[in-house]
């Protein structure tokens, strides 16, 4: 038997969940709730994916011509989880909805984190999430930070994190966002929030983090500075990040930025130029003893879609172990597989 998932919020993240969901062996993607008949329903129709859509919307659609399965309600009877995949505020009064429907649901990092029982990322803490109703996936920067965290983890102990994020300003789409020009402090003050993010999950991690907002859309650039409990070599570091799922090497000799990174995932037919791992410049890793730095990408629209797929698993309990259900998101997603 499939689980059977809907996603509500069919926009940047929503989409490529569902894309994500319909190529999992053991999921259903029963349908998704788009809100308006706008250019982001266009791939939702072309895509054949049943539609639904808020009561109050209904005629909006008909009055367009899209065939619409029902509202809301009707794709909570039919599903066994709900992904929610709304703008950040809008997940947590949605919650009751679910609650009455006594559905298993899924949020996302612009909720609070008291939306869920759990803040989740497969790698460092998928046992947490095992049977439990609600689980929130942490956002793009903190899923990118607990990643590199956990692997070095792997070498040695970690005393302490120390972190430089440029923040990408606005996704592709997003007309209204900036900044169009400038560095903005975001915020002045640190530490910014994805220090205190990453602490949703690894409680007693002493991290901080500075972010600015970059005239980018295309992907975060994180810096960090890792002290740890004891002396590593480089050798060890690249090891290990060789071998932890969802985090790329790559090196500065092929390219520099990720103007170009972007641009080799669409020649290489990433759809829409998607990456979903941590891309980390080998050449940027700089041990000295007890030290450790480097440098990666995250691409924003893509990173946390894997993750999306392991809570499921977690929460309907498909797989016991992360490994188990990390090995099939990534190969259903052709992770680390492209390049
Ligand atoms: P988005 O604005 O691109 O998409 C949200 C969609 O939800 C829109 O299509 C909107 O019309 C729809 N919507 C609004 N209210 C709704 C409702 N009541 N019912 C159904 N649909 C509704 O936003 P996004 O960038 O996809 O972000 C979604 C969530 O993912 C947020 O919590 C965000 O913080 C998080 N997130 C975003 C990114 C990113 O870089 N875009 C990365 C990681 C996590």
Known sequence: MKVKVGVIGYGTIGKRIAWAIALQPDME????VVRTPDWEAISAIKKSLRIY???EKIGAFEK????????????????????????????????????????????????????????????????????KNYVRVVSCNTTGLLRIIHAI??????KRVRGFIARRGADLKEINRGPIEGFVL?????????????KTVIKDLDIVT???????????IHMLHFTLEKSVTSNQVLEVLANTPRILLVSGDMLTSTAELREL???????????????VWSDSIWVNGEEVMLTYAVHQEAIVIPENIDAVRAVTRLKERAE???????????IKKWL
């Open 186 to 198: 975001d915020p002045p003050r640190p530490p910014s929030h994805h220090a205190l993010d990453v």
């Open 265 to 279: 995932a669409r020649d290489l037919g990433r759809p829409q130029g998607d990456i979903y791992e941590n891309v």
């Open 29 to 32: 993607l029963v349908g998704v």
């Open 64 to 131: 367009r011509g899209v065939k619409v399965h029902g509202d809301v309600e009707e794709l909570l009877k039919t599903v066994d989880v709900v992904i929610d995949a709304t703008p950040g505020g809008v997940g947590v009064t949605n919650k009751k909805l679910y609650m009455n429907f006594g559905r298993k649901a899924i949020f996302q990092g612009g909720e609070k984190a008291d939306v869920a029982e759990v803040s989740f990322n497969a790698l460092v803490n998928y046992n947490e999430a095992l049977g």
């Open 153 to 158: 983890s792997q070498v040695s102990k970690i």
């Open 210 to 220: 500075y972010a600015i907002a970059a005239p980018t859309t295309l992907a975060h």
């Open 53 to 55: 859509t808020l009561k």
């Open 324 to 334: 188990e259900s990390i090995k099939i998101t990534d190969e259903t997603l052709g």
